[in-house]
């Protein structure tokens, strides 16, 4: 298929808990790499990918994802809106281990939904589903969750260990653009 039309810049921002995996999400995306231990984000880190989406039946769009990962440490929390200030995605992240993740991200997607641009795609990651049989967060409950959040809010659980859905995530983001994203 032929590409139609220049890139489009995509800014992105990884929002939640520390420890949830949104370092590991961005480098499985960007690498296809996985560090089994990763050092805890200071402030926020940059890394940007671009990907060939769709474009109805005329062809591909390249969309360059600028990707805000952004530190989980409560001490950091107030540089969030930052980050998200101009943000066309947000991928709000919980570990399907952790109760205290899941609780955290609602807080998240309020200040997101206050505060936040108006028309933010936002994708929330139950991550580290390599991990089901430590579940604390059932599959249902988030995806009720999301779906009290809108019919746009996407939800998918993700391993950044077993690059699960892990460029679904971004693929179903690009999709759910405003002005035809993808």
């Known amino acids: ?22 370092s590991s999400l961005v480098l499985r995306f960007v690498t296809n790499n996985f560090k089994i231990n990763s050092d805890a984000t200071i402030g926020a880190s940059f890394m940007s990918k671009m990907i060939m989406v769709p474009n109805g039946e005329d062809g591909m769009i390249p969309i360059n994802f600028k990707i805000w990962d952004t530190a989980g440490q409560e001490k950091y929390h107030s540089l969030a809106p930052m980050y998200y200030r101009g943000a066309a995605a947000a991928i709000v992240v919980y570990d399907i281990t952790r109760k205290k993740s899941f609780v955290t991200l609602r807080n998240w997607v309020n200040e997101l939904k206050q505060l936040g641009p108006e028309n933010i795609v936002i994708a929330i990651a139950g991550n580290k589903s390599d991990l089901a049989n430590e579940r604390a967060i059932e599959t249902q409950t988030a ?23 892990v460029g679904e995530l971004f693929k179903q983001i690009s999709k759910r653009l405003p002005d035809g994203g993808g």
């Not at 009720?144 to 077993?162: N, Q, V």
């Open 1 to 22: 298929m032929a590409s139609s039309g220049k890139t489009r810049e995509v800014k992105v921002v990884l929002l939640g808990d520390q420890g949830v995996g949104k």
């Open 143 to 165: 995806l009720d969750y999301a779906r009290e959040m809108g019919p746009d809010t996407l939800f998918l659980e993700t391993s950044a260990k077993d690059d699960t859905n």
